[in-house]
């Protein structure tokens, strides 16, 4: 974690007369006439970055200052990257992209499969639940290359090849199909696409899944036949699924056997993804994207649009806007000349960083709202203090089970900080646009006005039940925890859009392992890469016992990491949960080597002796 020393608390606003000048201390008003002119200047070459750091109703206006007050869709979160695979391919299967179901089923289901998590030790609160269900019955499966914490409490850990998720999923859907395991009716009657699912997974035998993937045939049979039969069951899946650069189409592969078995919109069953941090879900469900209003709501909707234009009394753009990726393509093609970050600090928490930063040096214009004088916000033109939202700030927050909950302001902002949406409040109204929010209550209360998934969620409700799960339409009653019943509804009517079955391909490696590259790399996503305020993962190699004792290396020590590409210095972490040959890494650029199935060899660095 970065510390308060190199990166110290925001409480005054600064300003940069020039791009060589330093920052230097400003009153409030002369900092938001400076950004409010900087920013006015560059409509249409305009992005805006919104943090997963901060709450709903700070994601609600930031997109709102975007699309009305900037008339731009270019809105996104440098956090969204890890959930985004999930939220894909739930909206692509069923047209939402939370996770189906909560975290007490798992209380209650019978078998639940754990895809590239180790939710032990990344999401405790929801293991708890995972806990008690194996207390009470539940059998856990866990399929990780690792032997990870959670495989602790598995019946069966399989061991997958890295990367080889979709294979195995494949598997699993031939031998439930082959051994007569399909729920016939819920496919034929809620689902589409299912005979070119089965043809996609014909090829796909035991023996060739166990070649593939490394996981014994036996195995593989054994967790189909666990899941077919339950009486309920569930998939989770973390960074080990969505962080292939096809993560889509694993979860996709994934969310096929829910759909082949009717393990989806049942209490007990369902799709659980366990990515994302803070409040990155809050995000979306927000409209901080450049493709989707509030409420998740299809901005290519006419009649979605209208509902916003008409609460907003401005027009919103009918198509969708740049996302993170495209707008820093956009930085460097000059054609986005100015950027507004809430809270986000993407100078740090981009992987290529130093790609990250020369894209920000080349901005005309670069505001920066947060907590903290971070990387990004000392290389702002405007830098303005924020309260922090978890203890300085009033409003609400969306978990990984879809709950919104309140949150308080326990201390008051230090300096002259202020709460975000006083501050986007105040830069509107500079900008031609006057909002009368008294509060962050206000602010939730309008995006109840727009969004039927959470019109029903009062401030009031909020704290009486502790929490609310969308969707909430009505304030006199509770939908219940699960997404999708429709799908087992008699009535085509009520039953709605089938769930397509998604038809994904594999993508094996692009590297094979041999003599000279003998090490399968896979990316790393540790407890420790999702700290406190601009956090970045530590820069090392985590290897087998087997391993560092074959390469004759110790924990700390540095050695030197090389893909068939490119080569970095990295420090030596061992991993008793890790088989030989495998290893994991969390990288600092692209450009050093590539983290996504590499294969890399391990060299020990040369003892330096000094003379004299």
């Known amino acids: 974690m970065t510390t308060p020393t190199a990166c110290p608390r925001l409480t005054r606003p600064l300003v940069r007369d020039a791009p060589n000048e330093p920052l230097r201390q400003v009153s409030w008003e002369e900092a938001l006439d400076r950004a409010a002119h900087g920013l006015g200047r560059h409509r249409g070459a305009f992005g805006m970055f919104s943090s997963a750091r901060v709450t709903n109703e700070t994601h609600y206006l930031a997109q709102k200052f975007a699309r009305v007050v900037m008339g731009t869709n270019n809105i996104d979160s440098p956090d969204r990257a890890r959930h985004a695979p999930s939220a894909a391919g739930l909206a692509a299967a069923f047209g939402s992209g939370g996770g189906t179901s909560s975290y007490e089923e798992a209380v209650h289901t019978d078998v639940i499969v754990m895809w590239g998590s180790d939710a032990r ?12 269900g194996i207390r009470g019955g539940a059998r856990l499966y866990v399929v990780d290359p690792r032997r990870t914490a959670t495989a602790a409490w598995a019946k069966s850990w399989l061991g997958l090849d890295v990367g080889t998720d979709i294979p195995l999923a494949h598997a699993m859907g031939r031998e439930i199909i082959h051994a007569g395991l399909v729920n016939r009716t819920f496919v034929e009657r809620a689902t589409s696409g299912f005979e070119d699912y089965r043809a996609l997974v014909e090829p796909w035998t035991l023996p060739l899944a166990e070649r593939v993937t490394g996981v014994p045939a036996a195995a593989i049979k054994e967790l189909a036949h666990a899941f077919a039969r339950a009486e309920r069951a569930q998939q989770c899946w973390g960074r080990g699924v969505t962080g292939h650069r096809n993560g889509t189409d694993h979860v996709r592969a994934l969310i096929n056997l829910s759909l082949l078995t009717g393990q989806v919109g049942r209490y007990g069953c369902g799709l659980q993804p366990l990515s994302g941090r803070d409040n990155v879900h809050g995000g979306s469900d927000m409209g901080a994207l450049p493709h989707r209003l509030p409420g998740f709501q299809d901005i290519l909707d006419p009649c979605a649009r209208r509902t916003f234009e008409s609460a907003w009394g401005a027009v919103v753009q009918p198509h969708h806007g740049l996302h993170l990726a495209e707008m820093s393509e956009a930085m460097e093609e000059g054609t986005l000349k100015a950027l507004h970050c809430v809270g986000a600090d993407p100078a740090r928490s981009e992987a290529d960083g130093g790609r990250a930063v020369r894209c920000l040096r080349s901005l005309d214009f670069l ?9 990004t916000a000392r ?18 927050t969306t ?35 006057e909002w009368k929010y008294r509060g962050s209550e206000a602010v939730w209360d309008e995006l109840r006005s727009v969004s039927p998934d959470h019109s029903g969620m009062t401030y009031a409700r909020l704290s009486e039940h502790r929490g609310l799960r969308w969707p909430c339409p009505d304030t006199d009653r509770l939908e219940p925890p699960y997404l999708h019943g429709r799908l087992w509804e008699k009535d085509p009517a009520r039953r709605g ?27 790393a996503g540790r407890t420790d890469s999702y700290g406190g305020f601009n956090s970045r ?76």
Do not use: C, N
């Not at 505001?367 to 990387?375: G, P």
């Not at 303005?384 to 409003?395: F, M, S």
């Open 121 to 132: 030790s990344t999401h405790p609160v929801f293991f708890r639940h995972v806990l008690k």
């Open 379 to 396: 290389l702002a033109d405007v830098a303005l203090p924020a309260a922090a939202a978890w203890t300085e700030t009033d409003g609400t």
């Open 497 to 523: 859009r089938r769930a397509p079955f998604g038809i994904v391909q594999h993508d094996p490696p692009a590297e094979r392992v041999d003599e000279r590259y003998p090490i399968r790399l896979g990316r």
């Open 399 to 433: 978990s990984g089970e879809r709950r919104v909950q309140r949150v308080r302001r326990a201390l008051t902002p230090p300096g002259e900080a202020r709460e975000h949406i006083a501050i986007l409040r105040d830069l509107a109204a500079r900008l031609g646009h």
């Open 537 to 612: 993962p530590g820069h090392g190699i985590e290897l087998s016992p087997e391993d560092a004792e074959r390469y004759e290396v110790v924990a700390g020590e540095e050695v030197r990491v090389s893909s068939r590409h490119a080569s970095v210095l990295a420090s030596v972490r061992i991993d008793t949960a890790l088989r030989p040959g495998l290893a994991f890494m969390t990288p600092r650029s692209p450009e050093e080597v590539d983290v996504d199935r590499a294969a890399v060899r391990i060299e020990k660095l040369p003892i330096t002796t000094i003379v004299g």
């Open 367 to 375: 505001v920066v709202q947060d907590t903290h004088l971070t990387t």
